[in-house]
Structure formats: structure tokens, C-alpha cells
């Protein structure tokens, strides 16, 4: 079962423009992901926010978590052609014992125009 | 350092038939994670083994697919017989300990198409 859900579905930008992508998700976490994939590199990790954070940033990206609303936003800044793909947000929780398990959404598709 | 390795990349089969998948992590991860990514959605974890065992297999459909990891390395996942609904892009994963927190590290996939 899908635990987060990406809104929008879609995103079509301008090159130089910020993209925000909103996460909203179900049951408590250990920590909430944030996964970019797209055709030449595949699937690969971008950030992790744990669940006692409220802001993390990377270079051009920005992630905030509300855990009493239950959401995450990613912010990429000054956008370029090449950060085109697919963003998801993956949810860390424990699956039993010492086990984590992640669960990804349906993913936002950013596009970026030159 | 290399990254985790998959294949084939590509296979198309005919419904009934079965089909097996390839695996090699990220030298030294103990963990090793098999995904399912149906077009349009994210990917959605079918097994994870610590070394060569199990913890968790909930989201196996355990009629028909089967995963092993030999040794502790290199892993393959088996489907037999092969439905429809099984087209998929199938990822591999690894991570070095398999805590929380752990990043996980991704192949490139094979795209099976079931005809």
C-alpha cells in the first residue's frame, strides 16, 4: 500500500523557477525520504529528514516536515533542465523488531523547460 | 565504487512462463532490498534480506514469486508462472546495515513486459 501521496501529480516549470513538491502520508515515522528517478540515473536518494526535524536543506533543495499534519514539502531553488524526473517521497517506519521499511508514493513528474 | 548491479535489463515473456532476475549489491551492504514499480506508481517492497536471510517478505506474493540470496551476496527473484499484472520495472537495492536511517542505493532495474 502506498503510505505518502505527492501532490501535484505534474509539474511544468521554467528553467530558473522554484518547483515545490508536497508529501502528505498516514501513520507515525521514524524519518521521511525524498527519492528523484528519472531514465539516465535511475532511482537515487536525495534527503532525509528525521521525524524531530522541521527543515533540512542540500545545495539547491529544501525539506520540511510537519509531523502533526502529517506532511513533507521539497523546494528545489533556481530550477535547471537536467533536474527533470520523477520525485518521490519515501516514509521510513520500523516493520518490527530492529526492521525498517519504506514505503513511496505515486511520485510528482517535474518537468523543466529550458 | 561500483554500484549495485543488475540483469538482464530487458525481458519479454509470454503469461505462464517464468522468469529470473539478477542481483549484485554494493560490495560490503549487508542488506538487500527487492522492489516492484508498476507504471505510475513508486517503488513497493516485496522482500528484504539481512545477509542471507529473511526479515520481511509481507508483500510477496509467495504463489508465484520466490527470492534467495546465496552467501549473502548476490541475489535472484523468481516469478513462475508469470501473470499479466506482473509488467513491472523490478529494482534491487542495498544499503550497508539495513538501520534506520541507512540510505539505500538503487540498480537500474529489468523492465519485464508479460505478454
Known amino acids: 500500500s502506498q503510505q505518502g501521496e505527492e501532490d501535484p501529480q505534474a509539474l511544468s516549470i521554467q528553467e530558473g523557477e522554484n518547483a515545490t513538491m508536497n508529501c502528505s502520508y498516514k501513520?507515525?515515522?521514524?524519518?521521511l525520504q525524498w527519492y528523484r528517478q528519472n531514465s539516465g540515473r535511475g532511482l537515487v536518494h536525495l534527503i532525509l529528514?528525521?521525524?524531530?526535524?522541521r527543515e533540512k536543506h542540500s545545495g539547491r533543495l529544501r525539506v520540511t516536515l510537519d509531523t502533526s499534519k502529517k506532511s513533507s514539502s521539497l523546494l528545489i531553488t533556481a530550477s535547471r533542465a537536467a533536474d527533470t524526473a520523477s520525485y518521490f517521497c519515501a516514509t521510513e517506519a520500523n516493520s518490527g523488531g530492529s526492521n525498517y521499511k519504506l514505503t513511496f508514493g505515486k511520485g510528482t513528474l517535474l518537468t523543466v523547460n529550458p | 565504487e561500483a554500484g549495485v548491479a543488475q540483469s538482464p535489463r530487458y525481458k519479454i515473456i509470454e503469461k505462464r512462463q517464468s522468469v529470473a532476475f539478477w542481483c549484485n549489491p554494493i560490495?560490503?551492504?549487508?542488506?538487500l532490498y527487492w522492489y516492484q514499480q508498476i507504471l505510475g506508481q513508486g517503488p513497493k517492497l516485496l522482500i528484504q534480506?539481512?545477509?542471507?536471510?529473511?526479515?520481511?517478505d509481507s508483500q510477496l506474493p509467495k504463489d508465484r514469486f520466490s527470492a534467495e540470496r546465496l552467501k549473502g551476496v548476490d541475489s535472484t527473484l523468481k516469478i513462475q508462472p508469470a501473470k499479466l499484472e506482473d509488467s513491472a520495472v523490478y529494482l534491487c537495492a542495498s544499503s550497508r546495515y539495513g538501520v534506520s536511517t541507512d540510505t539505500q542505493y538503487f540498480g537500474p532495474g529489468t523492465r519485464l513486459t508479460v505478454l
Open positions: 560490495s560490503g551492504h549487508a542488506t
Open positions: 501513520t507515525s515515522i521514524n524519518n
Open positions: 529528514i528525521r521525524s524531530n526535524e
Open positions: 534480506f539481512q545477509n542471507n536471510g529473511v526479515v520481511d
